[in-house]
């Protein structure tokens, strides 16, 4: 057990409870709950599929504490949060956040204010010390000790840990004794004390012998004093001298406290690094490379996160490329660590745990030491379970969790004197050799994950994934459709069909299919988008094969009942009516229509109310048959399930179903039933080409040039507070080329660290709302930028988001803007991908639009590989002065002669705007 070996260095960890603000769901499996002593409750929630962290921050004062003169001073304050802090500059905060691919927030009720962030793992620690430090300040001994303690003051800048347990000669000096008794009193209590006895006892006569000598000791629970330690950003390192013979090496890295899971996993790389002579550090360093004289790691386990350090002596001269080695051969465990060597780790650690419990004063120590610094008595029994059930991949994806950058500190002292500038840069030297050593370290490989193509006699095609991390199972079947292919007479069918898909299948009426739903536990509904149609459905695992028996149905065998046809358009036209209230979905109505003119993405997804009102059951029917059949099918299922089982049941059910003669050919590299190729099993066949409709033939061909400056600014009044604005330009396809520069492009203009919001609303104080979108299509989409601001202000707005497209044009983006924003991307990819939902949509709408059906796994990939030159290319490309389109949705001015000039009629009044914006509907 890490804390209770031999180490490197005697170092004593100082008994603090942790302090860290985060709270987790409730009714969540294997929470460890802490009462601290400050009053702060934390709940963690370890373990999870996907590196993804939530961090949350409830408050229990809203609006309902508010006195009589004090109302909507909650929900300021909540504002004043984001300002700033002591830590954290305008902006800074969200960028700390964004930096890790995620998005932070907040919202007052009338019971509580929550301060919540969502964030690709690795950066845990950055949404831990941003909301911490937001809402705690809005706006003479040997040298191996010594470099540990130089090591722990450089890694803990808060924490008491990084003081010498002995403290220093002018904090002894500083003690009289009225502190001393101060101090006595408040610590030494019964409730602060753990008593162990071990050995050939008599229990009975124990007991009696402590309650008779204890009794009178007073109770009382002593404070606490818990420095939240902030997180690391980049590496730190410190370098002095000394009057010894060589240099004294150690890199420390932050790792969690003593119960955290990973502890287990940290503790067997360090034995396989650095405890004993057939280590690898002293094998490779010293024995090898000879860069090294010694070299060790070790793991500190303590109350609160401590650190695994890897040190070493060398000479002088070989000092910075040892300290650059260390870093390199440790982080190269990640992919290389041996059976053998797993083994021998972990026997290491079993055996000697074992040897403790050969004496009594070793079994008090491991009694003692587990009650006071794990908090139960009991806890070696865990640890030995989870010692025993580490494997390779544990230990791999412990060490890529914490060898990173910003979780290094580096400590050196040298037997040369040198001036402060040499030992500065020095320091500055070690830095970046650690920097680019832990930059440079390998991924682990990704779990193997079965997954097939099959395209079946019917000419469907099925995708299947396994994934057993959690019981459920996603199914998502599609076809290309949606609004693309419908005419005016059409318009809105597949929205109506969408919805009447589970109102009524085969023999069950919507009451029966409903009952089905929720005796499954499950969820079930027809989709419909711009480009597609289909359904989509979620089940528990064990509900797999009646769940996937009634989408067949649904999908197959629609009733499409007369009675719940008229239900079902008159709840279509009350939404459609309710959205034509929003001024901010008004807005991109406009922008569409004018960008558009004939083409079908020009009307509303959701149809048209007339043509929606004319549309009886055979019509229907008839437009389901011809633009739905079964071979142009896709259907994606993914979760835990077998996939002999799944391709089987799917085949009974789907497969014999005749090609209708007019159906399109299947797509490249299908492959039949037996024959299907299986990622990590095979080699994958040829991606299929896309399959389905194309737009219906009355349809407008696009045309985006040639259009007049008049043409391309539209306008409507709306009786409405403020003004809603949209500017944008003809976008890409789904399958462009440079579909991901135009990704980095939207994330450097829009979010809350984009350079809209940056400017036109935190330093101009122009625009309440503003936000930058790329909606892709089959045929070409939109860039648009959306802005709401008050009516006086939307000239300069106009002018301010022109002027930031003509600076975008002029200078391109920085290299530093391109990194935020990839940073961003892929953490905001990770986190939705985390769904098994969201990875069926994936393939399935993949493999539908003819972009490969595996391809969806390479996002990151590709949103890396965009250089500013590739963004400069794309604004070049999309975001032409010529092309621009300008929609603005205004209160009508004074005169009425001012609204009859307006290009569309003035709507009804609206109600208030409802927060946040939504995205342009319509995205598949």
């Known amino acids: 057990m890490p804390g209770l070996r031999p180490r490197a260095y005697d170092l004593a960890a100082a008994a603090l409870v942790a302090l860290c603000p985060s709270v987790a769901i409730a009714a969540v499996h294997d929470v460890h709950t802490h009462r601290l002593d400050n009053g702060l409750t934390l709940h963690i929630a370890p373990g999870h599929p996907a590196p993804v962290a939530a961090v949350q921050a409830w408050l229990g004062v809203g609006s309902a504490d508010e006195a009589p003169g004090e109302a909507g001073v909650a929900h300021v304050v909540e504002h004043m949060v984001f300002k700033g802090s002591a830590g954290y500059g305008r902006g800074e905060l969200v960028r700390a956040i964004e930096r890790g691919g995620g998005e932070i927030n907040a919202w007052t009720s009338f019971d509580h204010t929550v301060y919540h962030a969502v964030l690709g793992a690795d950066h845990v620690d950055a949404a831990i010390h941003a909301l911490g430090d937001a809402l705690l300040e809005p706006l003479v001994d040997h040298p191996a000790r010594g470099v540990a303690q130089s090591l722990f003051a450089t890694a803990f800048v808060a924490h008491p840990y990084r003081r010498p347990v002995i403290g220093t000669a002018s904090s002894v000096q500083g003690i009289g004794e009225r502190e001393l008794i101060a101090f006595f009193r408040r610590f030494y209590v019964a409730d602060n004390l753990t008593l162990v006895v071990a050995g050939d006892v008599d229990p009975v006569r124990v007991q009696r012998s402590v309650e008779r000598r204890f009794r009178a000791m007073p109770s009382g629970r002593p404070p606490r004093r818990a420095p939240i330690e902030p997180p690391q950003t980049e590496v730190r390192a410190a370098c002095s001298h000394r009057d010894v013979g060589e240099a004294y090496l150690a890199v420390g890295f932050h790792v969690p406290a003593a119960r955290h899971p990973d502890l287990a996993a940290l503790d067997v790389a360090t034995i396989v690094l650095g405890q004993g002579e057939s280590a690898r550090l002293p094998r490779m360093l010293r024995d090898g490379e000879q860069l090294a004289t010694s070299a060790y790691a070790s793991l500190h386990a303590l109350r609160d996160p401590g650190l695994l350090v890897l040190s070493a002596t060398a000479r002088p001269a070989d000092a910075p490329r040892a300290v650059a080695a260390l870093v390199d051969r440790s982080a190269h465990l990640i992919d290389d660590l041996g059976a053998a060597e797993l083994d021998k780790a972990r026997i290491a650690v079993e055996t000697a745990l074992v040897r403790q419990l050969e004496t009594a004063q070793g079994r008090a120590r491991a009694l003692g030491w587990h009650a006071t610094v794990a908090g139960d008595p009991q806890f070696g029994h865990v640890y030995l379970d989870r010692i025993r059930a580490v494997r390779r991949h544990d230990v791999a994806r412990a060490m890529q969790r914490y060898l990173q950058p910003g979780n290094a500190s580096v400590a050196a002292i040298l037997p040369t004197a040198r001036t402060r500038p040499a030992r500065t840069a020095w320091a500055r030297q070690a830095e970046r050799r650690v920097a680019r050593a832990l930059a440079a370290a390998p991924t682990p490989a990704p779990a193997a994950q079965a997954e097939q193509r099959v395209v079946l006699a019917s000419g469907m095609t099925v995708l299947v994934r396994r994934d057993p991390s959690v019981p459920i199972v996603a199914m998502r079947a599609v076809w290309r459709g949606g609004q693309r292919i419908e005419d005016a007479d059409h318009a809105g069918a597949s929205a109506l069909l969408a919805r009447l898909l589970t109102r009524g299948c085969g023999a069950r009426d919507a009451g029966a299919v409903a009952d089905q739903i929720d005796h499954l536990g499950g969820a079930l509904a027809g989709v419909a988008g711009r480009n597609s149609f289909g359904a989509s459905a979620e089940w528990l695992a064990r509900s797999w094969r009646p769940?996937?028996?009634?989408?067949?149905?649904c999908v197959l065998e629609p009733a499409l009942p007369t009675a719940e046809l008229v239900r079902e358009r008159r709840l279509l036209i009350d939404d459609q009516r309710a959205q034509a209230t929003s001024p901010s979905q008004a807005a991109f109505r406009l922008f569409s229509e004018a960008l558009y003119g004939g083409h079908p993405y020009a009307r509303d997804a959701l149809g048209s109310p007339a043509a929606i009102a004319r549309l009886s059951r055979s019509d229907l029917a008839a437009f389901y048959r011809a633009r739905y059949p079964v071979a142009e099918l896709t259907l994606a299922i993914v979760g835990d399930i077998e996939l002999d089982d799944v391709i089987a049941a799917v085949e009974q059910r789907f497969g014999r179903i005749p090609r209708p003669a007019a159906a399109l050919p299947a797509g490249r590299g299908s492959s039949p039933v037996g024959q299907a190729q299986a990622r990590g099993v095979g080699t994958?066949?040829?991606?299929?080409?896309?399959?389905?409709?194309?737009?219906?033939?009355?349809?407008?061909?696009?045309?985006?040039?040639?259009?007049?400056?008049?043409?391309?600014?539209?306008?409507?009044?709306?009786?409405?507070?403020?003004?809603?604005?949209?500017i944008g330009f003809p976008g890409a396809t789904v399958s462009a080329a440079d579909r991901f520069a135009l990704e980095v492009l939207v994330a450097v203009l829009g979010g809350q660290s984009g350079r809209l919001f940056a400017e036109l609303r935190d330093r101009q104080a122009l625009a309440y709302r503003v936000s930058a979108?790329?909606?892709?299509g089959l045929d070409p989409g939109f860039v648009a930028i959306y802005l709401s601001c008050a009516p006086d202000k939307l000239g300069a707005a106009v002018a301010g988001v022109r002027e930031q497209l003509a600076r975008l044009r002029a200078e391109g983006v920085t290299a530093a803007e391109v990194e935020r924003a990839q940073s961003y991307l892929i953490g905001s990819h990770r986190i939705a991908m985390q769904r098994r939902a969201a990875v069926a949509n994936a393939m399935a709408y993949h493999e539908a639009y003819g972009l490969g059906w595996q391809t969806w796994a390479d996002y990151d990939a590709a949103i890396r590989a965009v250089t500013p030159a590739a963004v400069a290319a794309a604004v070049a490309s999309y975001l032409r002065e010529d092309r621009a389109?300008?929609?603005?949705?205004?209160?009508?001015?004074?005169?009425?002669?001012?609204?009859?000039?307006?290009?569309?009629?003035?709507?009804?009044?609206?109600?208030?705007?409802?927060h946040p914006p939504p995205r342009p509907r319509g995205n598949v």
């Open 885 to 914: 389109l300008t929609a603005t949705v205004r209160p009508p001015i004074a005169t009425p002669g001012a609204v009859r000039r307006s290009k569309l009629p003035a709507a009804p009044p609206l109600p208030p705007a409802k």
């Open 773 to 776: 979108h790329s909606v892709e």
């Open 547 to 553: 769940g996937l028996e009634l989408l067949a149905d």
């Open 684 to 726: 994958p066949t040829a991606l299929p080409a896309g399959r389905g409709s194309s737009p219906v033939a009355s349809s407008a061909p696009l045309a985006f040039d040639g259009r007049s400056a008049e043409d391309r600014e539209v306008y409507r009044y709306l009786d409405r507070a403020q003004a809603h604005l949209v």
